[in-house]
């Protein structure tokens, strides 16, 4: 889980699980997403690993609610300080008020699947099961850039959560996009821009139609939630996550 620069001071970090992202200004570090809660250590030492200090963690953004994108992030405001954000539509959910997340039937059902067992065994070892949530999440403004290192832009995307948000970057040319458009997991048989399996989507046509938002994200690297870096056209890879929902259809 070496985190790798991707463009000035813009860090992916990948693991077999979920990945998440960190932005730089100076010593200060703005950490998008948080791994499962069994990771937080990994979260930790990721940050190290760029030469900076957890202490300066500035921000914590979280594209969702689910428990391996915010499974680190109240540990992080209570031993660091750093205030987390979401969007307004996503402030219920990590409060845990709320649940839009695959249920345990949905899982059982679809244990038969090829992968699905494997990720279910390792959800549990991380803490998945657990009900991780956020205290108190700031909402964040949702017109503009926001002002903590790497001034990412928020862009709602509903679907697979209500609240769920994307990440842009302009003058970098990326988007960190969280669940709502990703390029491969262990319960997935294909590889490359897709969705995530229906039954992990709060509402599956909606997180198709929030695909043409992105498309409008001028950028060309997408750092995703699961899976490894794409780089090329984020509007061709929306565009062909989309033609695999119709297709599916």
């Known amino acids: 889980m070496k985190p790798v620069e991707i ?6 970090v990948h693991s077999e699980m979920v990945n998440w992202v960190l932005l730089t200004d100076g010593d200060a570090v ?47 405001a209570d031993t660091y300080g750093a205030p987390v954000l979401v969007h307004p539509e996503e402030a219920a959910h990590a409060r845990r008020e709320c649940h839009e997340v695959a249920t345990p039937w949905d899982v059982l059902s679809n244990i038969w699947r090829p992968g699905v067992l494997q990720w279910a065994i390792k959800l549990i070892q991380l803490g998945g099961t657990a ?5 108190s999440p700031t909402a964040i403004p949702v017109l503009g850039a926001l002002t903590c290192p790497g001034s990412p832009v928020p ?16 003058a970098r040319g990326v988007v960190i996009s969280g669940d709502a458009l990703i390029t491969g997991h262990l319960t997935s048989p294909i590889s490359g821009p897709q969705l995530l399996p229906q039954w992990f989507d709060h509402d599956r ?19 995703p939630g699961h899976g490894p870096i794409h780089r090329g056209s984020v509007a061709e890879a929306a565009a062909i996550a989309r033609e695999r929902v119709d297709a599916a259809r």
């Open 30 to 76: 703005t950490v998008i997403d948080t791994g499962y809660p069994g990771q937080r250590s990994d979260v930790e030492d990721s940050i190290r690993a760029i030469g900076r200090d957890p202490h300066g963690i500035e921000a914590v953004l979280i594209t969702h609610a689910h428990v391996d994108h915010v499974g680190s992030a109240q540990y992080l």
């Open 131 to 135: 009900k991780y949530g956020v205290d």
């Open 205 to 223: 046509g909606m997180a198709a139609e929030s695909l043409r938002i992105i498309g409008e994200l001028d950028a060309d690297i997408l750092l």
């Open 7 to 12: 463009a000035d001071g813009v860090f992916f």
């Open 155 to 170: 862009v709602l995307v509903p679907g697979h959560t209500s609240g769920h948000t994307v990440y842009h970057l302009p």
